[in-house]
T-cell receptor, first 113, second 113 residues
Framework: SQTIHQWPATLVQPVGSPLSLECTVE??????LYWYRQAAGRGLQLLFY??????ISSEVPQNLSASRPQDRQFILSSKKLLLSDSGFYLC????????????FGAGSRLTVL | AQKITQTQPGMFVQEKEAVTLDCTYD???????LFWYKQPSSGEMIFLIY????DQQNATEGRYSLNFQKARKSANLVISASQLGDSAMYFC??????????WGAGTKLIIKP
């Protein structure tokens, strides 16, 4: 079964600083990868998904970007953080197109001050 | 577009009682999948149960069962014999034709001893 490692677990950053959240997957190859954001007390909002190396689809226009430099590595970045970027970020994977169940990482809690 | 509605923001239930968490959905796709995930205070999303729109029988997984009423577009989660460890946020989600999950706002379940 898949295991997702996500770090850092918590992060406090000033407005305007850069961001890098990393996610790696074990136990499967060629997974679909996802970045979600969860505002406090809310459901999940899909930010990016990737079906392969270098293939990134963005769901929500924002100052965040994602990259997939390797098959099982997914990175969420920003050049300049905004206060509204605060939230809980979850990386997830599925085994590929049509695969139903998502496996999630433990999440990264970002506070922008 | 797909939509998920969870009308119960919070619930208190006595330990060992059964719990029903409500979920209604809206979709124009003839084929879809419905999911329930649990999010404990640690933040990780844990898959509980899945129901396909063409599945003839309601899905069951241990103490979890899904009361799927297609005509009413509802997919309520039933937890039998609730335990203190069931206290968490519970999210209903629907998978659209692009294999993306649309999430509800969640229900916070608190099990009382």
């Amino acid at each position: 079964s898949q295991t997702i490692h996500q770090w850092p677990a918590t992060l406090v950053q000033p407005v305007g600083s850069p961001l890098s959240l990393e996610c790696t997957v074990e136990g499967t190859s060629n997974p679909n990868l996802y970045w979600y954001r969860q505002a406090a007390g809310r459901g999940l909002q899909l930010l990016f998904y990737s079906v392969g190396i270098g293939q990134i689809s963005s769901e929500v226009p924002q100052n965040l970007s994602a990259s997939r430099p390797q098959d099982r590595q997914f990175i969420l970045s920003s050049k300049k953080l905004l206060l509204s970027d605060s939230g809980f970020y979850l990386c997830a994977c599925s085994r590929g197109p049509g695969a139903n169940v998502l496996t999630f990482g433990a999440g990264s809690r970002l506070t922008v001050l | 577009a797909q939509k998920i509605t969870q009308t119960q923001p919070g619930m208190f239930v006595q330990e060992k009682e059964a719990v029903t968490l409500d979920c209604t959905y809206d979709t124009s796709d003839p084929s879809y999948g419905l999911f329930w995930y649990k999010q404990p205070s640690s933040g990780e999303m844990i898959f509980l149960i899945y129901q396909g729109s063409y599945d003839q029988q309601n899905a069951t997984e241990g103490r979890y069962s899904l009361n799927f009423q297609k005509a009413r577009k509802s997919a309520n989660l039933v937890i039998s014999a609730s335990q203190l460890g069931d206290s968490a946020m519970y999210f209903c989600a629907i998978m659209d034709s692009n294999y993306q999950l649309i999430w509800g706002a969640g229900t916070k379940l608190i099990i009382k001893p």
